[in-house]
C-alpha cells in the first residue's frame, strides 16, 4: 500500500529545481548585460554629443572673435564644466589663464581635444578659420565668340598685322601702329626673346603657348605705356633679363610668372593666373590692381607695388576677351594668274605689283622703295636685299616663314613659322582694307 503510494507521488525533483535556477539565472544576467550595455552606449552617445556640441560652439566662437578681431581667452571658450580642453592657436598652445588676439585677416589653424571627464572620451578637431574678408576670387573668361568669317574679314575686324608662330626680336626692331601682334602656337615650341632690344609699341598682343613658354633672355619691351591696351599670354613667363618689360593698361598671363635681374611688369591692371616668383629685390610688379590666384615668393617687399589681391580679392575679374584662331588658306592656283598676280618665284618687283609662287619666293637684287606690293607664297618669302629701302604691302607665307632686309615695312604679315628682320628694321601697322578693297578679290580665304 505504502510502494503504491509512492510510486503515484507528483512534485517537482531537485534536478528539474536546479535546471529552472539555471535557466532563470542566464536569463536574468542576459537581461542585466542589455541593459548595462544599452546604458553604456547611450551614455557614450550622450556624451559624444555633448563633445561635439561644445566643439561646435569653441569653433563659432573662435570665428566671431576672427571677425572682430578680439581677444579670446581659454576660460571664455569652455561652456561645459565636465569638459576639459587642449588647444593650439596657428602652432601656439593656449593654455588656461592665457588669451589669444587676432592681428589680421589671415586664415587661422586651429587644432584642439576636448575630453570627457566623467566618461573620458575624446574628440579631436583641426580645421582653419578663414579670415575676416575672404571672398570667392574667380577669373570671368568669357566665351568665344562664334562667328563665321572669312581670313580677309578675320585680319580687316582684328586689325591683325604679325601672325604666326614666331616673332624675330634680334637686334633693335621696332614695332608700331595701332594693331594687334597674335603669336599662335602651331609649332608647340617656346617663344624666344634673345636677341636684342627690340619695342612692341602697338595696341594689342595675344600670344598663345599654352604647354610651352615665352622666355625673355634680352631686353625686349613688349607693349607700351599708354598706348598698349592689353597684353594677353597663355603659357609660363620667364623674364631673365634687368631690362625686360611686359607693359600695357591691362596685362593677363596664364601661367606662371618667374622674375630675374630687375625685370618688370607695369600696367594699370596686372592679372597673373599662376605662382609668381621674384629671385631678385629690384623684380617688380607695379600696377594699381594686382591679382595672382597663386602663390607668391618675393626677396623683397618692394617687389610689389599696388594693390595686391591674392587671398581675398574682391569677387570676379574680367580678363581680356582672346582672339580666336583662324588658319588662312590659299585660293585655287589658277585663281591668281586669272586675277592680275604673276606666278614666280623670282622677279624685281614695283610699285603696286602682285605675285603668286608655288613654291618659295625670294629677291635676289637690292631694290629701292616700294609700295601696295602683295607677295603670296606657299613656301618662305625672303627679301634680303632692300638695305636702307622701304616696303608697303602683305606678305602672305602661311606655311612658311618671311625675311625681311630694309629698313621699314609698313603692312600685314602672315607667316606660320616667324616673322625676321636685319635687328633694325620698323614694322608698322596698316589694316589689310588698305591694300584690298574689294573682299571679292582678296588673295586669300
Known amino acids: 500500500?505504502?510502494?503504491?503510494?509512492?510510486?503515484?507521488?507528483?512534485?517537482?525533483?531537485?534536478?528539474?529545481?536546479?535546471?529552472?535556477?539555471?535557466?532563470?539565472?542566464?536569463?536574468?544576467?542576459?537581461?542585466?548585460?542589455?541593459?548595462?550595455?544599452?546604458?553604456?552606449?547611450?551614455?557614450?552617445?550622450?556624451?559624444?554629443?555633448?563633445l561635439r556640441q561644445e566643439a561646435n560652439i569653441i569653433i563659432s566662437s573662435l570665428r566671431k572673435h576672427q571677425k572682430n578681431s578680439e581677444k579670446v581667452c581659454h576660460e571664455q571658450l569652455l561652456t561645459n564644466d565636465n569638459i576639459s580642453m587642449e588647444i593650439q592657436i596657428n602652432e601656439v598652445e593656449l593654455k588656461s589663464g592665457y588669451c589669444w588676439t587676432p592681428t589680421n585677416s589671415n586664415d587661422t589653424h586651429v587644432k584642439f581635444t576636448l575630453k570627457d571627464k566623467k566618461q573620458h572620451?575624446?574628440?579631436?578637431?583641426?580645421?582653419?578659420?578663414?579670415?575676416?574678408?575672404?571672398?570667392?576670387?574667380?577669373?570671368?573668361?568669357?566665351?568665344?565668340?562664334v562667328k563665321e568669317e572669312t581670313f580677309f574679314d578675320y585680319l580687316k575686324n582684328n586689325n591683325v598685322f604679325v601672325y604666326g608662330n614666331d616673332l624675330d626680336t634680334n637686334g633693335s626692331n621696332s614695332f608700331n601702329g595701332s594693331g594687334t601682334i597674335l603669336i599662335n602656337n602651331f609649332n608647340h615650341s617656346n617663344l624666344l626673346f634673345?636677341?636684342?632690344?627690340?619695342?612692341?609699341?602697338?595696341?594689342?598682343?595675344?600670344?598663345?603657348?599654352?604647354?610651352?613658354?615665352?622666355?625673355?633672355?634680352?631686353?625686349?619691351?613688349?607693349g607700351e605705356l599708354e598706348k598698349t591696351e592689353t597684353v594677353r599670354i597663355i603659357g609660363n613667363v620667364q623674364l631673365n633679363r634687368g631690362t625686360a618689360a611686359i607693359l600695357g593698361d591691362t596685362i593677363y598671363i596664364s601661367g606662371n610668372v618667374t622674375f630675374d635681374n630687375g625685370a618688370v611688369i607695369k600696367g594699370k591692371k596686372v592679372i597673373i593666373g599662376g605662382n609668381v616668383t621674384f629671385k631678385n629685390s629690384?623684380?617688380?610688379?607695379?600696377?594699381?590692381?594686382?591679382?595672382?590666384?597663386?602663390?607668391?615668393?618675393?626677396?623683397?617687399?618692394?617687389?610689389?607695388?599696388?594693390?595686391?589681391?591674392?587671398?581675398?580679392?574682391?569677387?570676379?575679374?574680367?580678363?581680356?576677351?582672346?582672339?580666336?584662331?583662324?588658319?588662312?588658306s590659299f585660293r585655287e592656283d589658277s585663281w591668281y594668274s586669272t586675277n592680275g598676280y604673276e606666278v614666280t618665284s623670282s622677279v624685281n618687283f614695283s610699285d603696286n605689283?602682285?605675285?603668286?609662287?608655288?613654291?618659295?619666293?625670294?629677291?635676289?637684287?637690292?631694290?629701292?622703295?616700294?609700295?601696295?606690293?602683295?607677295?603670296?607664297?606657299?613656301?618662305?618669302?625672303?627679301?634680303?636685299?632692300?638695305?636702307?629701302?622701304?616696303?608697303?604691302?602683305?606678305?602672305?607665307?602661311?606655311?612658311?616663314?618671311?625675311?625681311f632686309k630694309g629698313k621699314s615695312f609698313n603692312g600685314v604679315v602672315i607667316a606660320k613659322n616667324g616673322f625676321f628682320t636685319n635687328g633694325e628694321t620698323k614694322v608698322t601697322f596698316t589694316n589689310v582694307d588698305e591694300f584690298i578693297k574689294n573682299p571679292d578679290k582678296a588673295p586669300f580665304k
Open 353 to 403: 605689283s602682285k605675285i603668286f609662287s608655288p613654291s618659295s619666293f625670294t629677291v635676289k637684287d637690292w631694290h629701292s622703295n616700294k609700295q601696295n606690293v602683295i607677295i603670296i607664297s606657299k613656301g618662305d618669302i625672303t627679301l634680303e636685299k632692300f638695305g636702307g629701302s622701304d616696303l608697303t604691302g602683305i606678305l602672305f607665307a602661311p606655311n612658311g616663314k618671311v625675311t
Open 1 to 50: 500500500m505504502i510502494k503504491k503510494y509512492i510510486t503515484h507521488q507528483q512534485g517537482i525533483t531537485l534536478l528539474e529545481l536546479l535546471a529552472a535556477l539555471a535557466i532563470s539565472t542566464l536569463v536574468i544576467g542576459l537581461t542585466f548585460s542589455v541593459l548595462f550595455s544599452s546604458k553604456k552606449f547611450n551614455d557614450k552617445t550622450h556624451a559624444y554629443v555633448d
Open 194 to 222: 634673345n636677341g636684342g632690344g627690340s619695342v612692341l609699341s602697338v595696341k594689342k598682343i595675344f600670344i598663345n603657348k599654352n604647354g610651352n613658354e615665352v622666355i625673355f633672355s634680352d631686353s625686349t619691351r613688349l
Open 121 to 145: 572620451n575624446k574628440f579631436d578637431v583641426d580645421t582653419i578659420i578663414e579670415g575676416r574678408e575672404r571672398k570667392d576670387f574667380s577669373i570671368n573668361i568669357p566665351d568665344q565668340p
Open 282 to 328: 629690384s623684380d617688380k610688379i607695379t600696377a594699381d590692381e594686382i591679382y595672382v590666384t597663386g602663390t607668391i615668393k618675393k626677396i623683397d617687399n618692394g617687389n610689389i607695388v599696388g594693390r595686391l589681391f591674392n587671398s581675398n580679392p574682391p569677387g570676379k575679374i574680367e580678363i581680356p576677351v582672346d582672339i580666336p584662331i583662324l588658319p588662312p
